[in-house]
């Protein structure tokens, strides 16, 4: 007989800035806080600082 898992997970984003609130933690920002936007380009400082740690490369690339 098969067997079959259902797994479901939340998103929360308490502040309405875009980034969950589990990402926001991980970040080292607190997820209840209101969205920043120091720079006033319309994209919260955490989404900022969200699309620059993802646009680091994760593994170093080879010196050639």
Known sequence: PAVFYRIEAGDADSNGDG????VARKLGY??????VDLDGDG??????????????PLVDEPAE
């Open 19 to 22: 980034v969950s609130d589990w």
């Open 30 to 35: 607190d997820p209840g806080a209101p969205a």
């Open 43 to 56: 994209t919260s400082d955490l989404k900022e600082d969200l699309v620059e740690q993802l646009s680091e």
